[in-house]
């Protein structure tokens, strides 16, 4: 058997886990408010296709992952006028949400089947990028894998220590009561749905640009199915998220890489384990009794009352 | 289902045989991927796509992309043979049992598996004879790895996959014996992104060559990105991969079978039947051999795709022995349809285990 290089592997974990880790991060804030999208997978794909066709016509991946992040959310605000402003139920609409996603990259997508885009160049950040080991480990990623990052601090610590962060969880834990001290409820809810699908978009720009890279049809193959679970797995908290999304991200590319290197490994457990730690999880917070799931969340609010 | 929707579909069944005559014969495609994938499925796709060409108007087909292997396809063929078709094609080896079950409660609907072993009086089993293609790909990787390793991502360990590896290892060895395989079981069909890490982690490794037996063209894309790695096109051409990584390709052409079988539903005159086609009768294509291929690895390669066509020579031609030492094939001895079919063991000098 031969070894594994820690920082190849480390290098792959992180972008392994990023898409996951933009799109998980997104619905953490959407469900934070109250509301259960589970079109995370529709947003995903079409922020791939977009992503990559703008990427490919403008050789810009910076505006691929831009025009990727408005396409999804501007995706999403569909589910949130039907949600919001219609009352439709959430549930049925978020997987509406799903199929017409993935409908309309098919359609989108087929001209770029096969081609190649712009890649993202990873961050020269001079001295600190040319330390040994730690260089590679820590700086010399593409810029997308330090957005993530620092998009799950910045949601924390909105969540945490701001007043829009204290309205927003307010929203979703009580919306009556948010209402009757005069937050608009419906506005929060569509503002928050709004950065749930740019972060989705971005996920599943990283995809088709970073990751594979390549447009393929269906190609997010369950990544916002995964990125729900985190939500749930994290308990609704961001640094959690971060956790949840490495670990899936790190199990997936560490048995392939521990099977590359010829090590015997259980594949058929580990390539379930992930999912396996996820119900685990759900079995003991649910145990617990403390959910920690937003009191109003998937609850439909009707402002006339 | 509810009451009228059971009502619904009770009277489309009655209705049906009044006018079974008049109608066109409808023709159904479970996949297991999307049409868009640029492998597997896409080419199932277009064996449809030459279906309706060649019927016109007598034809209508109808289609199920991404059908989860296990009980949902249940219910995706259940439905399929419910809204009238006449015969249906299951187009992955996952979808055997679950043809098996609705075959039994639709007597008068043909049932066409793709790879299975599983027949019954209205299910019949195709396939190709992959590990043919396998063969040429195994000596165009030997002779041209440097590194001697080669990297093959396997889908799930069943009996074509892992014909699929001996194959590739017999040919690679021969020509070049210090060759090595990593074999890295992904467990999907089709995951872009799981398929081009599993790509990467092989590159990681030193492997120069990539072969694949999963649909996507990720692993194409994963090695393009990589440089100095050459792959192979799976059961598509990818012809979007040449002339390097991508050097040749299998390329399985399923419309003239398709045809076929849907004529002989026409004529009334479709039997249970299990086919293995191979590269003579142009079900295993070997695409485009490019430049980036030395011009002599390119003329054994072609020669060897002859020998095969021609029944002159067998991939698996002994003295073979199985991973264990054991014995399988004496010298001169060629393995029979059967043992390949349920073939669950790897093939003297492979590494590892297959997973159970």
């Given at each position: 058997m031969e070894s594994i290089n820690p920082i190849l592997l480390i290098a792959s974990i992180m972008v392994s886990a990023t898409p996951i880790l933009l799109a998980a991060i997104g619905e953490t804030v959407v469900e934070r408010s109250g509301v259960l999208n589970l079109g995370v997978e529709g947003m995903m794909i079409t922020g791939a296709v977009v992503g990559f066709a703008v990427a490919v016509n403008s050789g810009s991946p910076g505006a691929g992952f831009a025009a990727a992040a408005l396409a999804s959310a501007v995706l999403s605000l569909s589910f949130g006028v039907l949600t919001q402003l219609l009352l439709s139920n959430q549930v049925a609409t978020g997987l509406g949400l799903t199929l017409v996603g993935l409908g309309l990259s098919a359609l989108i997508g087929k001209p770029y089947e096969g081609m190649k885009s712009p890649t993202l160049p990873k961050l020269d950040l001079g001295p600190l990028s040319d330390l040994p080991i730690l260089g590679r480990i820590l700086f010399s990623h593409d810029i997308m894998v330090y957005l993530s990052i620092a998009l799950v601090a910045a949601v924390w610590a909105v969540l945490k220590f701001t007043r829009a962060g204290l309205i927003l969880r307010a929203v979703g834990e009580n919306h009556d009561a948010a209402h009757a001290l005069g937050y608009k409820v419906v506005r929060i809810r569509l503002m928050a749905i709004f950065f749930g699908g740019a972060c989705a978009g971005l996920g599943g720009a990283y995809l088709s640009l970073v990751r594979v890279p390549q447009w393929t049809e269906g190609m997010t193959a369950g990544a916002g199915w995964i990125a729900l679970a985190i939500v749930v797995f994290a308990s609704w908290r961001p640094w959690r998220v971060l956790i949840g999304a490495y670990l899936f991200g790190g199990v997936t590319v560490l048995q392939l890489n521990l099977q590359a290197a010829g090590a015997d490994v259980p594949v058929a457990i580990l390539s379930a384990s992930p999912y396996l730690v996820t119900i685990l999880v759900l079995v003991i917070i649910s145990a617990r009794g403390v959910h920690g799931a937003p009191g109003s969340l998937g609850r439909p609010f009707h402002p006339g009352l | 289902m509810n009451r009228r929707t059971l009502l619904a579909s009770a009277a489309i069944l009655a209705a049906a045989p009044a006018f079974a005559q008049d109608d066109p014969v409808k023709a159904g495609f479970i996949y297991v991927g999307p049409i868009g994938d640029g492998g597997w499925t896409y080419e199932h796709n277009q064996a449809r796509l030459a279906v309706e060409e060649h019927f016109g108007d007598a034809v209508e087909t109808v289609y199920q992309e991404s059908v989860p292997e296990g009980a949902d396809a249940v219910r995706a063929i259940t439905q399929m043979a419910l809204s009238g078709a006449d015969i249906i094609f299951t187009t992955s080896f996952g979808y055997m049992d679950p043809t098996m079950e609705v075959a039994a409660k639709f007597p008068d609907v043909k049932f066409e598996h793709a790879t299975g072993y599983k027949t019954a009086d209205n299910v019949s089993t195709y396939s190709a004879r992959f590990y043919e293609g396998r063969a040429i790909q195994g000596h165009i990787a030997g002779s041209m790895t440097e590194t001697n390793k080669i990297g093959y991502i396997a889908s799930f360990p069943i009996p074509e996959v892992i014909r699929g590896i001996n194959s590739a290892y017999l040919h690679a060895s021969k020509v070049n014996p210090d060759v090595e395989f990593s074999v890295v079981w992904a467990y999907t069909w089709f995951d872009p992104a799981k398929e081009a890490d599993a790509a990467r982690a092989l590159i990681e490794n030193g492997n120069d060559v990539i072969l694949q037996h999963t649909d996507s063209t990720a692993p194409q894309a994963a090695a393009q990105e990589a440089g100095d790695v050459i792959t192979f096109g799976q059961a598509?051409?990818?012809?979007?991969?040449?002339?390097?990584?991508?050097?040749s390709s299998i390329i399985d052409d399923w419309a003239p079978y398709y045809i076929d079988r849907v004529q002989a539903v026409i004529d009334g005159t479709w039997e249970s039947q299990q086919v293995w086609h191979g590269i003579d009768e142009g079900m295993v294509e070997i695409g485009e051999i490019t430049d980036a291929v030395p011009e002599e690895v390119r003329e054994e390669a072609l020669a060897l795709k002859e020998e095969i066509a021609s029944g002159e020579y067998h991939p698996f031609t002994g003295p073979i022995n199985r991973q264990d030492g054991s014995a399988w094939l004496a010298e001169g001895e060629t393995a029979d349809d059967g043992t390949l079919l349920g073939m669950d063991f790897y093939v003297e000098g492979l590494t590892g285990e297959i997973p159970n």
């Open positions: - | 598509s051409d990818m012809a979007e991969y040449k002339p390097q990584p991508r050097v």
